[in-house]
């Protein structure tokens, strides 16, 4: 099963290389960075904190839960007038300490690693102010470290990647800002930076 999600992971990344590739040799390329807040692992993972602790009547709690929010890069090229094509890399990182009644104090971190082929549709489309909308899909593998007084364990494990967008704003020519609200691994809500080629 470890080595299916790691020859998962390479084929996205490999997926995700030959498509910036492709691009690069087309005009009205865009490179880009980005953060964002509140994603789709960082708000799965304090409802699922909250609904153990209340299943557990409070003998399992969490404290000291800190998200890195979702940094990300990538690129995208026009294929129609509207319509960009590209891919993006994600990174989180989430870090939490467990209290329970008959062990003590563990902490739990997560490195987080994406790889998504986006398509996004510019329903708007001047020189220097776009209104589009997005989806992406693509890999996470994820590789966890539990660590106790006594032990360390460490799991890696891969999942379907996904971003939604569903409205947002760019601002500017060859370097534009964007904000974007949707859902997913890129979070709720994410600033983006971009030049373009």
């Known amino acids: 099963m470890k080595n299916f999600s790691v020859n998962l992971f390479v084929a996205a990344l490999c ?56 940094i990300f890069g990538g690129y995208r090229s026009y294929i129609t007038e509207k319509l960009e094509f590209g891919g993006t890399f994600v990174y989180e990182n989430a870090s939490k300490d467990l209290l329970t009644e008959s062990e003590g104090t563990s902490s739990i971190s997560t490195k987080t690693y994406a790889v998504l082929a986006e398509l996004k549709y510019n329903y708007i489309n001047h020189q220097h102010f776009r209104l589009h909308s997005g989806i992406g899909a ?37 370097f534009s800002v964007s904000l974007n609200l949707g859902y997913g691994y890129k979070g709720l809500a994410n600033l983006g930076l971009a030049y373009k080629l």
């Open 15 to 70: 997926l995700f290389i030959s498509v910036t590739q492709k691009g690069f040799a087309q005009s009205g390329g865009s490179l880009y960075l980005g953060y964002g807040v509140a994603t789709a692992n960082s708000i799965e993972d304090v409802i699922t904190d909250i609904v153990i602790t209340t299943a557990t009547g409070g003998s399992y709690r969490v404290t000291d839960s800190k998200y890195s929010g979702a």
């Open 138 to 174: 693509g890999v996470a593998h994820a590789r966890t470290s539990a660590e106790d007084d006594v032990r360390v364990e460490k799991d890696k494990t891969t999942d379907f990647a996904y971003q939604i967008d569903a409205i947002g704003v760019s601002y500017g020519k060859a």
